[in-house]
């Protein structure tokens, strides 16, 4: 990580050595012989780097996260570094990460400068291989406050890096571990999107819509993919594949028309409304381009209505890419769900290394506010990049190098503390079924957080595949809300597009071809949703999502009346013979039948959410209007867990849903019958959250009148 910035990270090295085998960390750099230094005099390789915790280790590579003496084969460097709290020290630690074996001499200082030999090399180099070296000494008599390793560069010529330095008390070695994210699953499997996405050629970079019905991706040299008049180049285009009515994706088209007209022409991010895009570079001059962004919208099957994107400030500086081994300017990008927050990882003058990871915030229509680094946390001395902000606008996924992993890059997970955006929760690793000893990055998630699609040549059909993975807990974004809603004329059935606000603000979005609002809530909170529109009355809607704990897709089609005839705008069924979402909507009639939605319970648990009670109180008030009424309450669950317990959930919530109606007096018992079927009567398979969540349901029918 970038270490020896802030005096903040004290703390956060105190609490890691009290939690990670007694192990206290050197905070600061007293002095030091030599430290390589690049032409921005960037915290590479620089000696701060052996500052707090491993950044590297357990790899053993080279990385730009480790102190790089300039010596190589004569002579000495030395380094003397601090310690927050004295301490007496039985062990020392420290993480070579090149060139093992040639640390000489290491010195202790105590609290009134003494020092003290702990440890001389004897001239044999016994370190043959890079990593953590515990070196034992005999307890010392006074508390050291600092230690100065000294570097003789003939015990192991060459090249020499290292990553942290250490003191402890105790006698268990310490053991350098990747922070992986807790509850990993040991059957965690990826599943290949099949042959309707992927081919022999190699497809990468996936983007999932928000509702999860679009799947964005970039193909490489495929021989529908666009390509300039005489252009020997390798070929990069956008492909869209969408999601079939059986939980399929359907096979993916090449667009007729290129978004560049060049070569290259590859996406970045996706826009809220599943058919819009951002895609890579602007065009700054006829067949020129620069390092950008670019929205452009799909519509019959081409791309339409591209205009830049415009980032104040803005700057993308090339960079020695060591995997690739040559200067590239790289950036990459990732737009909030809601289109507020735009996070990028690219290379500017202030960034602590390679590409670092940065946000800008929404100032207009497609404008955005100087780029602000998300800070130390995330950042390092190495390489941040394909990021991937969730839904929440809270859990953010990125690949990088300067933190401890299994491979080249691998893919970690934050979640965002406050407003600063620099304030953030240590990343954890998504561990080694979904990382791999090469590069691994560009997650793309939908807005239920159930499954992360990515790529990977690992167990592909030709090059890179598609794949996607089911998240476990541990590494699933905070649920959020996402609605789709529409006005209707009451008479006429005709569309209207009204002018809408929403308070708290939200963003929202407005599909011209199926006049659909789309937009997506966070929950703990209620919110006003109100539109205008001339000749119509004013429409308010509150929206309460206060005790919202898992991922709900809401939908609406709200109809309204004009002035002069009844003017109140109203919740209206979704076409003529659809099902009415609620009972205040049905035709109250025997033999009639819906399904309780607005009848609400916690996942697993029996007892009813307050919500749910207006809808319960609805149903009371018809059968005290039709005192011969008898009805039916039918429960089913979805088929997860215990078939026992499911059908005991299923009848205990129906019974409550009784007991709640009839605890007054006013309904008598046996106008309400009962009956329990757990998990065996379901609307549609169990295959997907949402499939399961239209399993578990209460159904409301009328026996007799």
């Not at 594949?241 to 088209?253: D, F, I, Q, R, V």
């Not at 060049?262 to 895009?277: F, R, V």
């Not at 780029?371 to 390092?380: A, E, M, Q, S």
């Not at 019958?673 to 969540?693: A, D, F, I």
């Amino acid at each position: 990580m970038v270490k020896g910035l802030i005096k903040t990270f004290v703390l956060l090295f105190l609490t890691w050595a009290s939690f990670a085998q007694e192990v206290q960390w050197a905070s600061k750099v007293l002095e030091k012989s030599s430290e390589t230094v690049d032409e921005k005099f960037s915290p590479k390789h620089r000696a701060i780097q052996v500052l707090g915790p491993p950044s590297v280790l357990p790899q053993t590579i080279s990385s730009a996260c480790s102190w790089r003496p300039t010596g190589t084969s004569f002579g000495e460097d030395y380094i003397k570094v601090a310690f927050d709290k004295p301490q007496k020290v039985k062990q020392i630690i420290v993480g070579e990460t090149v060139g093992p074996g040639a640390v000489g001499r290491i010195f202790g200082y105590t609290t009134k400068n003494k020092e003290v030999l702990l440890y001389e090399s004897q001239g044999d180099n016994f370190r043959k291989q890079p990593g953590i070296w515990n070196q034992f000494i005999p307890e010392t008599e006074e508390e050291i406050a600092a230690l100065k390793l000294v570097i003789v560069h003939s015990l192991n010529k060459g090249i020499k890096e290292y990553d942290c330095i250490g003191i402890s008390s105790s006698s268990e070695p310490y053991v350098a571990t990747v922070n992986v994210a807790q509850n990993l699953p040991k059957d965690l499997k990826k599943e290949n999107l099949g042959p309707s996405v992927n081919t022999k050629y190699s497809e990468v970079a996936p983007l999932v819509s928000p509702d999860g019905k679009y799947l964005y991706f970039s193909r490489w040299d495929h021989p529908k993919n666009f390509k300039p008049a005489g252009s020997n180049e390798s070929t990069l285009d956008v492909w869209v594949s969408t999601l079939a009515a059986n939980g399929t994706w359907e096979p993916a088209k090449n667009m007729s028309t290129s978004i560049h007209h060049s070569a290259k022409n590859g996406a970045a991010t996706i826009a809220m409304d599943g058919k819009s895009i951002y895609a890579l570079n602007v065009e700054v001059g006829r067949g020129k381009f620069d390092a950008g962004l670019t929205k452009v919208s799909l519509k019959n099957n081409k791309w339409v209505n591209k205009r830049p994107i415009k980032i104040a400030n803005f700057e993308a500086l090339s960079y020695y890419n060591s995997q690739d081994r040559q200067l590239k300017k790289e950036t990459e990008f990732s737009m909030s769900s809601d289109e507020k927050f735009l996070v990028m990882g690219l290379v500017r003058k202030d960034s602590y290394g390679d590409k670092d990871l940065y946000v800008s915030f929404k100032t207009g229509e497609d404008s955005y506010s100087k780029p602000v680094n998300l800070g130390p946390v995330i950042n390092t001395a190495g390489n941040e990049g394909s990021p991937f902000l969730a839904a929440d606008n809270k859990t953010l996924y990125f690949n990088s190098n300067g933190h401890p992993g299994y491979g080249d890059m691998d893919i970690f997970m934050s979640t965002r503390l406050d407003d600063t955006w620099t304030n953030w929760t240590e990343p954890v690793n998504l561990g080694p079924q979904i990382n791999s000893p090469e590069f691994d990055g560009y997650i793309s998630i939908p807005a239920s957080g159930e499954y992360a699609y990515f790529s990977s040549a690992k167990n592909s059909m030709g090059l890179d595949d598609l794949f996607k993975v089911k998240l476990f807990p541990s590494i699933q974004p905070e649920s959020v809300v996402l609605m789709e809603f529409s006005f209707v004329d009451e008479i006429s059935g005709q569309s209207i597009e009204p002018k809408v606000s929403i308070s708290p603000q939200v963003e929202w979005v407005w599909d011209e071809e199926t006049k659909i609002f789309k937009t997506i809530f966070q929950p703990g909170q209620t919110y006003e949703l109100k539109a205008e529109s001339s000749g119509y009355p004013s429409f308010s809607q509150s929206l309460d999502f206060r005790e919202v704990k898992e991922y709900l897709e809401k939908k609406e089609v709200y109809k309204w009346r004009k002035i002069g005839q009844e003017s109140i705008a109203q919740t209206a069924p979704k076409t003529v013979n659809a099902e009415p979402e609620s009972v205040k909507d049905m035709v109250i009639e025997a033999g009639k039948k819906i399904v309780l939605r607005e009848v609400y319970f916690d996942q697993s648990k029996a007892e009813l959410r307050q919500e749910s009670f207006v809808e319960l109180d609805r149903i009371k008030k018809i059968m005290m209007e039709h005192p011969d009424m008898v009805i039916l309450l039918e429960g089913h669950t979805d088929n997860q867990g215990d078939a026992n317990l499911n059908f005991k959930l299923a009848e205990q919530r129906i019974l409550n849903v009784k007991n709640y109606l009839i605890e007054d007096g006013q309904i008598k018992e046996e106008r309400i019958q009962l009956k329990s079927w757990g998990q065996y009567r379901p609307l549609v398979k169990n295959t997907t959250e949402e499939e399961r969540r239209k399993n578990r349901r209460v159904e409301f029918t009328i026996l007799k009148m």
